[in-house]
């Protein structure tokens, strides 16, 4: 039995046939998590200027640049363990560096809000044995987060729902397209305009407070009485509210104010992202978008992926476990091309493509263990399942603080 | 023999919007080989109302230019299997969505990935492949 590191859900419940060193089939696995568990069809091998050479010399080759470097960047680490992150955190304190991580683009500000306390929310194994009114809110999980309505929300029993989906439960999504999640929460889609999410927000919570709704006052009212009787209610806030509300992350805050038995999960993609939030706030009192400089943390925006490359700050970049080149708009990433990228990852990227050097590394939670935290903040133990011919990043970052 | 003015008439150019979302099959697709034909044919095409393609003259499986002042791709056509609103076409996040996005981000660290504004027109150019959306 492994933990798939799919997605943050982190799966503990997952079987592996391995042979002659292979994953042969996995059971219990979403497509997503059986695909992550059997791996890339193109691994990684160490190189200098896309040449390939000992690892040893790529290690070198990667010291060297980090310590000439003036304003290196240290990004990604959604895929990595608990302890390759702080080891990471360690490197970025010793050579006075810029730390990002994907959240930064992503559920960072949620998260942050979940870590100050600025919202209830609850874990997923409350949300199993509670939960009676579900909201998914610009979430299609059924695609992003495949068994978290399976294992978590909707269709299991719980201790206080034992009729599960068929009677005890409602879902609700609220979302610009009719998702697979949508398709799910028959008579219960509330579809959105582009962007139009704050706009839904003030007029539920005008309808919450008993005022006629200026937007769809009929099915807002709706929604209001719905949501004022549930026992225990959980927001799940996907990428797509995360997004529309990004300037005005408090609205969901003042929602939340108004809706006392509900909870707010934001919805993770990669597996220990909310473990990189965490990790670096114990250590920083943020969740992303530092820089170190003598003992010091500054927190900026100016320090984030986006605006450092927009910018052209940085002067050096390893890239853990993420593909900037691919998720990153192609309008922010030309400065990639003038400054030296150093890439650990298990597989060839886009970015790797691009890299003055490439270190690869196992593959977490398959061929090398540790922890990660779930999208619900709980700890889970990653096993190991097979052998690696390389050191997981854990070590790759290790043997670099050990140098520099 | 007579000469084909077709191919010196340009299409006719569309705005659309187009937003981002997530497809489990291509997220599988990615985890295999984001370099392969999979990924390249879940990835590399843009989903639209049956009224939008009515209105634009697009057919399923046509082959579209979709262009705006910060990329250009060209992918394939998809109909929506759904009543959709219309105004509102789709692609799943990926490099090719990616070189469409805006890099104005107001010094706030999140691109617009969800609400791309750019002009859509027939094309007979081929898919644009992943390589060449590399920096």
Known sequence: MITCTGCALLCEDIEVIIENNSVKETRNACRRGAARIKGCV???VPSIDQKPVDIDISLKKA?????????????????????????AIQLAKKINAALDDTSSFCQGH??????HNKFRTCSLDEIRNKADVLVYWGSDAQ???PRHLSRFS?????????????????AIAIDVRESNT?????????????????????ALMDALSGKVPTYDPKKMLELAAILKKAEFGVIFAGIGLTYSIKDDIDILVA??????NFHIMPMVGHYNMRGFNENLFNETGFVNRVKFSEGKTIHDDKYSIVEALKENTVDALLVVGSDPVSSLPRSIISHLASIPVICIDPCVTMTSKIAIVNIPCAVSGIESSGTAIRMDGKVVELKKAMASNYPDDENVLKRLLEVI | MGMDIGKFLKSPEHEIKITTYRDIFQIEALERD??????????????????????????????????????????????????EPGGVAFMVNSPWSNALVSDVTGGKGIPEFKEIIAKISLTKEEITSIESLRV
């Open chain 1, 42 to 44: 193109n691994r990684m």
């Open chain 1, 63 to 87: 010291i060297q640049i980090l310590k000439n470097a003036k304003a290196p960047m240290l990004f990604g680490f959604g895929n990595s363990t608990n302890e390759a992150q702080k080891k």
């Open chain 1, 110 to 115: 949620l998260i942050e809000k979940v870590l």
């Open chain 1, 143 to 145: 695609d992003s987060q």
């Open chain 1, 154 to 170: 909707y269709f299991p029993r719980g201790e206080l729902r034992q009729r599960g989906y068929e009677e005890d439960r409602l």
């Open chain 1, 182 to 202: 949508a398709k799910i929460c028959k008579g219960h889609f509330y579809r959105i305009p582009l962007k139009g999410d704050r706009e839904f927000i003030l």
């Open chain 1, 255 to 260: 929602l939340s104010d108004k809706l006392p």
């Open chain 2, 34 to 83: 984001r370099f392969g034909e999979d990924y390249r044919k879940l990835s590399a095409c843009i989903v639209i109302g049956k009224n939008d393609m009515q209105k634009m003259g697009i057919k399923d499986r046509d082959r579209v230019l979709i262009s705006n002042k910060y990329g250009s791709v060209v992918v394939d056509v998809k109909e929506s299997k759904k009543e």
